[in-house]
């Protein structure tokens, strides 16, 4: 075989009977690990509850890391991502293409296949993909794309480019995540408003928690999902937007609990596991499921944020 067929494998000259040798890739030298043995919560999950915002990285030596990424991470494939899930009482996850990855959907559909109907995806993909391509990943479970704003992790694009791929993807009823941070709000805001599907915010649009709530860039955050009712949001993060820190992250639940009591039919909860990019610590996954009775006491709107929303939007099979 030639090298070349295979993306990132190399001709091995020194030997015959295997000449081929895969892709190497070494964390980036402040990389942190993902958490090596999570508690186990002492709060329960409840039965069929989604980590709604997860990745997988490589193992590059299968899923080569894109040559356009801003960071190398660790690998953290399916199997790892299992281990997580069932630690931690999980059902399903959905499983976002992280930006190591590019625009190569490879390793989580990967996952997904692996997963076999307990994972859904939400893909990065350019304009000129082909229709037999999104038809593809549609079947693996696709059911989205992210747009990400955030400079350190993608090169800026026009927003044709992005009017490009929402034509491509609009036969296929999928919605959009976008990641952004909470000061490029108001100068997107005319774009976000105009997405024509569903529109699922990363992070709580990165809220800095040494404002309150009720400061200005978070008003702004909780008018955009008020006056669009095609806007979701993800209250997740704690461990990436907290100056107080671990394990409590006290200062990142009022946002969340805010967004949860206002907005209980359209806000979702996710692990970000294996947490890409932090720089002072790596959260016990374990700790962070013990967040979420800290959002909110209610049962009824536990059962909204880890069941009935994430499988209205990802399984809406299911729901009858
Ligand atoms: C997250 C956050 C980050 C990274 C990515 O796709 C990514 O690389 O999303 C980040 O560095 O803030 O959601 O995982």
């Known amino acids: 075989m030639r090298a070349g067929l295979i993306p990132g494998w190399t001709h091995n000259y020194e030997r015959e009977d295997c000449d081929l040798i895969p892709p190497s890739f070494s964390p980036d030298h402040d990389w942190l690990d993902f958490h090596p043995s999570p508690s186990r919560p002492l709060y329960r999950v409840p039965e069929g509850a989604v980590d709604a915002h997860c990745h997988v990285f490589g193992p590059g030596s299968r899923?080569?890391?894109?040559?356009?990424?801003?960071?190398?991470?660790?690998?953290?494939?399916?199997?790892?991502?299992?281990?997580?899930?069932?630690?931690?009482?999980?059902?399903?996850?959905?499983?976002v293409q992280a930006t190591c990855h590019g625009a190569d959907n490879s390793a989580m559909v990967d996952a997904l296949h692996t997963l076999d109907g307990r994972a859904r995806g939400v893909a990065t993909i350019r304009p000129d993909i082909t229709d037999d391509e999104l038809t593809r990943l549609h079947r693996a479970g696709v059911r989205g794309v992210r747009f990400n704003f955030i400079k350190r992790l993608v090169d800026p694009k026009p927003d044709s480019y992005y009017h490009q791929i929402?034509?491509?993807?609009?036969?296929?009823?999928?919605h959009i995540v976008v990641y952004f941070e909470a000061a490029d709000l108001a100068e997107r805001w005319d774009f976000f408003t105009s997405l024509p599907t569903i529109v699922v915010v990363d992070h709580m649009g990165r809220p800095d928690v040494t404002q309150t709530p009720d400061g200005e860039e978070f008003k702004l955050f909780r008018q955009l999902m008020r006056d669009h009712p095609q806007f979701w949001c993800k209250v997740t993060c704690p461990e990436r937007m907290s100056v107080s820190g671990p394990p409590d992250y006290a200062d990142v639940t009022p946002f969340a609990r805010c967004l949860v009591e206002e907005f209980p039919n359209r806000v979702?909860?996710?692990?970000?596991?294996?947490?890409?990019?932090?720089?002072?610590?790596?959260?016990?996954?374990?700790?962070?499921?013990?967040?979420?009775?800290?959002?909110?006491?209610?049962?009824?709107?536990?059962?909204?944020?880890?069941?009935?929303n994430p499988t209205r939007l990802y399984w809406p099979e299911l729901c009858v």
């Open 63 to 95: 899923f080569p890391f894109a040559p356009e990424r801003k960071y190398t991470p660790c690998d953290a494939g399916t199997d790892a991502l299992v281990r997580l899930r069932d630690r931690l009482g999980f059902y399903r996850n959905v499983i």
């Open 166 to 174: 929402i034509a491509r993807i609009s036969r296929l009823g999928w």
């Open 268 to 308: 979702l909860w996710g692990t970000d596991w294996p947490h890409p990019n932090l720089k002072s610590h790596m959260p016990d996954d374990g700790k962070l499921v013990d967040l979420i009775p800290r959002i909110t006491q209610s049962e009824e709107l536990r059962r909204l944020l880890l069941i009935e």
